[in-house]
């Protein structure tokens, strides 16, 4: 049985707390596994390798903006999450898989490109640094969170070109690049419902880079 939760539109602070209460079920073995799926209204949140210099605005001007600041338990650096990226949490056991965080992140990629792939959009690594590209611009983020070896927090796939305004507030991964939409790359509107749609048809037909996601290896 695949679990999947479709949180819609909500506060990052209630989808981390949710997160947290899914980690609690699959450690206890009430769950063997979950996906959250959802987005969040505009908010930035700081990795375990972040530094504030990262973010490029007062803080009270973020809250004119009405922009709240997290500090997470994640790697990476600054990210920004808005209404226009789908944010995919895994909560996994790597006890099922191989405990090899390196092929957990990879897996991660994979499964963000073969949802841009169904556009067309040829997206790629590149090599020492983690996410998906679309050329030299970055359309999907990831920063993870790994505790007795059960996987939280995840990936943010950018999909609504108006959204990307908001990166500009910051150092996006504590790097100078730049950020891009599946609809920039495609140079037409597209809803977040339906990427929504394919990925939790990958899921549940075990298409996805985690159909073995019952069993240990």
């Given at each position: 049985m695949v679990n999947i939760f479709d949180l819609g539109l909500v506060d990052f602070k209630?989808?981390?707390?949710?997160?947290?209460?899914?980690?609690?079920?699959?450690?206890?073995?009430?769950?063997?596994?979950?996906?959250?799926?959802?987005?969040?209204?505009?908010?930035?949140?700081?990795?375990r390798q972040a530094t504030s210099k990262n973010i490029l605005i007062p803080e009270s001007e973020l809250k004119n903006k009405g922009i709240e600041v997290f500090n997470v338990e994640r790697g990476g650096d600054a990210t920004y999450h808005g209404p226009g990226q789908l944010m995919f949490y895994p909560i996994l056991n790597l006890n099922y898989f191989k405990r090899d965080i390196h092929i957990f992140l990879r897996k991660l990629e994979s499964i963000a490109m073969q949802t841009f792939s169904e556009f067309s959009v040829a997206t790629q690594r590149i090599k020492g640094l983690t996410g998906v590209w679309f050329k030299d611009k970055k359309i999907a983020s990831i920063g993870i969170a790994i505790k007795n070896w059960i996987t939280y927090h995840g990936v943010a796939m950018n999909i609504k070109q108006d959204d990307l305004s908001n990166f500009?507030?910051?150092?996006?991964?504590?790097?100078?690049?730049?950020?891009?939409?599946?609809?920039?790359?495609?140079?037409?509107?597209?809803?977040?419902?339906?990427?929504?749609?394919?990925l939790t048809r990958r899921l549940q037909n075990g298409e996805s880079c985690f159909a073995r996601v019952g069993g240990r290896d």
């Open positions: 209630e989808a981390w707390d949710f997160q947290k209460k899914v980690f609690s079920d699959v450690k206890n073995g009430e769950l063997t596994h979950a996906f959250i799926l959802c987005q969040h209204n505009p908010v930035i949140t700081l990795g500009s507030l910051i150092r996006p991964c504590g790097m100078d690049i730049m950020m891009t939409s599946l609809e920039t790359c495609i140079g037409e509107k597209i809803s977040v419902r339906d990427i929504k749609k394919i």
